[in-house]
Each structure stands twice: as C-alpha cells, then as structure tokens.
C-alpha cells in the first residue's frame, strides 16, 4: 500500500467535482423538507454510506469488469475521457440531461445516480490506474464523508451560499472536470 499526499488530493479534487455535493443540497432540502433533524440526519448517512458503496464497489470491480468485457484501458480512457467532457460541459453551461424531478425519492437520498453517479464509477476507475488504488480509495471515503457533512448541514449551506453560489460552483466544478477529461483523452490517445 503506497499512499501519496498529493495523489491522494488529486484524486479528492476530480471525485468531489464529479460528485458534486452542492448541486444535491437543493434537491436534499426538497426531498427532506418534512423530516424531523433526527431523521434528515439519518437521510444524509444513508446517502453517503451508499454512495460510498458504490464508489468502492466500482472502484474495486471495475477494472476486473473491463477486463472481462475485454475492454482496453485506453480504450476506456478516451472514452471515459469525452463522456466526462460532455458531464463537464453540461455543469459548466447549465445543461441538464434528462429530467431529474422524475428521479425517485429513494435513489436521491440513498445517493445513486446523485452522488455515486456514472461519472464517479468512470473517475473512480481511471484515477486509479493513473494514480494508484489506495490513493483514490482513501480519496474517495474522504469525499463521501465531507459529502455527509455536507448534507447534514444543507441547510445551512444553502443559506450562506445561496441558488447563485451554487450555480456558480456548479459552472467552476465543470471547468475543472472538463481539464481532467481532456487529460484522460490525452493519455489514451498516447500524446
């Protein structure tokens, strides 16, 4: 196990941008708006432990999964590389793909597609044949946790930051994405 502190943020910045907890905090707040603290308490440890799952469940099996598809790793680069282009750009300009009112009340919260969406199962799995397992792991166990505190405290958060600050670090989150994507591109194309 070979831990590396500037792996270890590296990889923290790409999967808090991919995950982008602020972006849930509206739709936390709506889908908890009835709820006792007690129980919205429980709703944000419930949806960073199952994204968490998901992370690691992916971050662990799929590469073993690509393999077995027969999928190269640059391959999977490039074409995790513009699918992760095209998420960044969707943050960056405000574009959303389908309609996310229609997601149900349970995957919300619990943190799936949200949280621990494709776009984090795809970050997970390319940072960590650049950067090493362990690096991204203890990443992305710190992302989930700052992600619960980050709903436990939504309200919060939406107070201080309000709908502008966080379209605004919806559009910065993009632009950073959108940097790491041309960099996977880049490496699977060899250059």
Not at 15 to 27: A, E
Not at 85 to 109: H, M, N, P, Q, R
Not at 130 to 150: D, H
């Amino acid at each position: 196990m070979d831990l590396n502190a500037i792996s270890i943020i590296t990889a923290f910045i790409a999967l808090f941008v991919v995950m982008d907890p602020f972006s849930s905090v509206p739709v936390f707040l709506t889908l908890t708006k009835a709820f006792a603290q007690e129980k919205r308490r429980e709703a944000a440890g419930v949806a960073a432990l199952v994204a968490a799952g998901v992370f690691i469940g992916f971050l662990t099996l799929g590469p073993m999964a690509l393999s077995f598809m027969g999928i190269r790793l640059e391959s999977f680069e490039i074409g995790g590389g513009i699918l992760m282009l095209l998420i960044a750009i969707s943050f960056a300009l405000g574009i959303e793909y389908g309609d996310k009112d229609k997601t149900s009340v349970e995957a919300v919260i619990i943190g799936v597609p949200m949280l621990s969406g494709p776009g984090t199962m795809l970050t997970a799995v390319l940072l960590a044949t650049s950067l090493g397992f362990f690096n991204v792991l203890v990443a992305g166990i710190a992302c989930c946790c700052i992600t619960y505190l980050i709903l436990l405290f939504s309200s919060k958060v939406y107070k201080l930051i309000g709908k502008n600050g966080l379209e605004i670090l919806s559009r910065v989150a993009g632009v950073l994405l959108a940097a790491f994507a041309v960099e996977y591109i880049r490496k699977g194309l060899g250059l």
